[in-house]
């Protein structure tokens, strides 16, 4: 039964409410814990009971934090790792071109200085060398080091790892990996076929902490000290949001903790990537996500690919304002050049059709550095795995996302093994390929018959999932802050969704292209302000703008605002429906 009779909502969606076992289960919560009623909710929709609630709410990095030598070829990393640094070999760090890969370098050249040494950075450029280790640029970089580590990249690269002749490889990565792994000193990666999944979450800056903590115990155990790893909790958290890895077990350690490290803005080009961004309160996971990320990304999209990881470590505050500065910019340009493709790939998939098991569209000079991000808007539209392809003299290089249950990464990487793409890999909610533009209709249709095989032209919109339904005097400050302790929120961990009803709209102005900010209420003199990201990009903004006195059901999340030193709450609004 839908909550609130709301079976099709203004963005198409059917209103699922709370469960009676998921009540049952606050009830008990509460009465076991004494904790705010609305805290309950959340914990038990997470399935978190009386006897884990506290530990959950307190996050230990100390009590999460796995083994890493759980992980094969862990050890063996960081022993090879560490006889690099004891020799001063020259070691050189290739990374992939996004925040993971720019922070997980990071995380090495930060490490290294901190030890007295330095290392080469290598990001490829998207659109010359596209994702992961090519021969050529290995072969020089073998020729010029002793060890090269590949972050975020580098499980599937059989043919660029052989071309490094006469340097080590050491590979830290969490894409799915292929039966056979490259000829590599150490492979570590807990997406390995020949791994048990229990660390699947990780993103590739999760697996680099977790060998510099092998590196810090194994200099321990020699005598040694190495450098504070608490202080680089800032980059992993960034990397584990950005990735949208999901906010489960280590990982909401990893970002509870590394929110509280940024916080203290020793990092100078976060803090002045932060400034850029016009961030003016404390960061939250919504702040690594949608205003730090997309800026270190558009390095990697549309401009210099190796701008975000120098940023990340830099060292220099008038460099780290200027990089800030420049990623901003490009955001910007990023920003334009994603509308146009947008606006052409939705057009061209709703005329292929939103019901097919996959949705997808190509076009001539679409820029591979925003395909990712629409085929991201495509997914959204349509509750469908999503690829957006550009092509360029006859190859189009592409991107894809998919939705909960249905896993992308592998198909793909079935499809290359196949010959119908030229390469092709990446893990179960986003992957990527290069295919021929005679072999599209080929691919897409074979890609296509493997996702309905998992059921993915079944579902229909996705339906809202709320947790309960509040009145406008209920949404305080002091309740937001009760909520924000089950967080951080994000993949796998949703925010808490409240539906308030039979609203009545008091303002509603449009904010820029598509955005809308409403003042509601219910008639009692209370009132809730809102804001609706890219409400003008389908039918919700019209309809809240020209309410005419209609009432609507609102739903969102609760957001906390400071200004000036005062907070207030707002509603991060979603959906909306007609009462």
């Known amino acids: 039964m839908s909550f609130l009779g709301v079976d099709a909502s203004l963005t198409g969606r059917r209103w699922v409410g709370p469960g009676v076992e998921v009540e049952r289960a606050s009830e008990v919560l509460g009465q076991q814990t004494s904790l705010p ?77 901190d030890m007295g040494c330095s290392a080469t950075l290598y990001v490829p450029d998207r659109i010359d060398e596209g994702y992961g280790p090519n021969d050529e640029a290995m072969a020089a970089l073998a020729a010029k080091h002793d060890l090269i580590v590949c972050v975020d990249c580098g499980t599937l690269s059989h043919g660029p790892i052989a071309a490094a002749v006469g340097a080590e490889v ?5 894409h799915l990996g292929a039966e ?57 958290a960034l990397a584990t949001v950005a990735d949208v890895a999901p906010l489960i077990g280590v ?64 060292s220099d505050p008038h460099e780290a304002a200027a990089l800030a500065e420049r990623l901003d910019t490009l955001n910007t340009e990023r920003r334009d050049v994603e509308a146009a493709v947008r606006a052409a790939a939705l057009d061209q998939a709703e005329v292929r059709g939103f019901d097919a098991p996959l949705v997808w569209a190509s076009g001539d000079g679409w820029h591979p550095g925003v395909v990712g991000i629409v085929a991201s808007r495509l997914k959204e539209a349509s509750n469908r795995p999503s690829i957006v392809i550009g092509f360029e003299d006859g190859i189009g ?11 992308l990464g592998a198909p793909i990487q079935r499809l290359a093994a196949e010959g119908l793409l030229i390469k092709g890999g990446g893990h179960k909610m986003a992957a990527g390929l290069t295919v021929a533009e005679d072999k599209l209709e080929a691919a897409m ?25 509040l009145m406008p005097a209920a949404a305080t400050v002091e309740l937001a802050e009760q909520i924000e302790q089950a ?70 999340r609760l957001d906390i605002n400071s200004w000036r030193g005062r907070q207030s709450v707002q509603l991060r609004l979603e959906d909306a429906a007609p009462a």
């Not at 229990?198 to 977790?210: E, N, Q």
């Not at 074979?446 to 947790?467: N, P």
């Open 37 to 113: 009623p609305a805290l309950c909710q959340v914990l038990a929709r997470r399935g978190v009971g009386p006897a884990e609630a506290e530990g959950f709410l307190a996050p230990s990095l100390r009590d999460l934090l796995p083994d890493p030598r759980s992980l094969r070829d862990m050890e063996k990393a960081a022993t090879r790792f560490l006889a690099a640094v004891k020799a001063r070999q020259r070691i050189a760090v290739f990374a992939d071109y996004d925040v993971d890969g720019g922070s997980s370098a990071a995380l090495l050249l930060v490490w290294l200085r």
């Open 170 to 174: 050491i590979v830290l990565d969490h």
């Open 180 to 236: 056979t792994l490259p000829d590599a000193h150490a492979v570590v990666n807990p997406n390995r076929q020949d791994e048990d999944g229990a660390l699947a979450h990780l993103c590739a800056a999760g697996v680099v902490f977790l060998m510099l903590v092998e590196a810090g115990r194994q200099l321990r155990e020699a005598g040694a000290k190495g450098p504070d790893l608490m202080a680089l909790l800032d980059l992993v």
């Open 251 to 314: 990982n909401r350690a990893f970002v509870r903790q590394g929110l509280r490290v940024m916080a203290r803005r020793d990092r100078l080009g976060l803090a002045a990537l932060a400034d850029a961004a016009r961030m003016d309160t404390a960061p939250s996971s919504y702040h690594l996500g949608f205003l730090l990320g997309p800026r270190i990304n558009a390095g990697g999209r549309i401009g210099q690919a190796d701008l975000g990881a120098r940023l990340l470590a830099c």
């Open 397 to 407: 290089k592409g991107s894809g996302r998919s939705v909960s249950g249905i896993d």
């Open 445 to 469: 249709a074979r890609l296509s018959e493997l996702l309905a095989k998992q059921g993915a032209h079944l579902g229909g919109a996705a339906d809202l999932r709320l947790d309960g339904m």
């Open 487 to 556: 967080g951080p929120f994000g993949a796998g961990a949703p925010a808490p969704r409240y539906a308030f009803a039979d609203m009545q709209i008091r303002y509603a102005n449009r904010v820029g292209e598509s955005h809308l900010k409403i003042s509601f209420g219910d008639g009692s003199g209370t009132k809730l302000d809102a804001i609706a990201f890219g409400a003008f990009d389908g039918p919700m903004g019209p309809a809240l703008e020209n309410h005419g006195g209609a009432r609507f059901h609102l739903a969102g």
